[in-house]
């Protein structure tokens, strides 16, 4: 696994071998992912929220690129020290791990979030429900965007917020735009 572009572009990132519950990005899809984000945020002014941390993969990315300030939230013990391990070799600045079970995390936050991310398990039974429970929540900035990564059986087109997909193969992204500026 590597950091794609930014500041610490082509660095490589080794996470444990055994990963049970995650499944990291493939680089083609997070080199997608980070060209619309690119071209349509400002990256540098971000305070963004990455759902299943996993390996901390696309937080890595955003911090490469210039995010202001970075939430992870990991549940796994393992996942969460190997998280907050990188990130203090990587220097990191601004860059939270919390670990908690997601949905626990949602129902709590009070903070709001110019950027989320949430990459889930693709089994997750409730994966259905983050996109309600983001809009419900007020957890976006106005003009905030929320993209929940998740396969073709999934579509979210009917949801609050939903703005647009992009789909790489079997990987999905649906963009939750709050509109409301």
Same mark, same amino acid.
């Given at each position: 696994m590597r950091i794609i572009g930014g500041e610490l572009g082509g660095?490589?990132?080794?996470? *444990?071998?055994k990963m049970p519950h995650t499944r990291p990005t493939t680089d083609i899809a997070?080199?997608?992912? +980070? $060209?619309?984000?690119e071209n349509n945020l400002d990256i540098t002014a971000?305070?963004?929220?990455?759902?299943?941390?996993g390996t901390g993969?696309?937080?890595?990315?955003?911090?490469?690129?210039?995010?202001?300030?970075?939430?992870?939230?990991?549940?796994? *013990?393992?996942?969460?020290?190997?998280?907050?391990?990188t990130a203090?070799?990587?220097?990191?600045?601004? +860059? $939270?791990?919390?670990?908690?079970?997601?949905?626990?995390?949602i129902n709590q936050c009070t903070?709001?979030?110019n950027f989320i991310f949430a990459g889930p398990p693709y089994a997750l039974g409730t994966i259905d429900e983050l996109p309600r429970l983001i809009a419900e929540k007020q957890l976006?900035?106005?003009?905030?965007?929320?993209?929940?990564?998740?396969?073709?059986?999934?579509?979210?087109?009917?949801y609050p917020l939903f703005a647009t997909s992009r789909n790489y193969g079997t990987t999905i992204?649906?963009?939750?735009?709050?509109?409301?500026?």
């Open positions: 660095r490589k990132i080794n996470p *444990p071998g997070k080199e997608g992912l +980070f $060209n619309i984000i971000l305070h963004t929220l990455d759902l299943f941390g993969s696309i937080s890595y990315e955003l911090k490469s690129r210039g995010a202001a300030a970075c939430t992870i939230v990991e549940k796994d *013990p393992a996942m969460y020290e190997f998280i907050r391990k203090a070799s990587l220097h990191l600045e601004n +860059f $939270n791990v919390v670990k908690m079970d997601v949905f626990k995390f903070n709001k979030y976006l900035q106005p003009g905030g965007w929320f993209v929940l990564e998740h396969t073709p059986r999934n579509n979210y087109e009917t992204f649906s963009i939750f735009v709050n509109k409301n500026l």
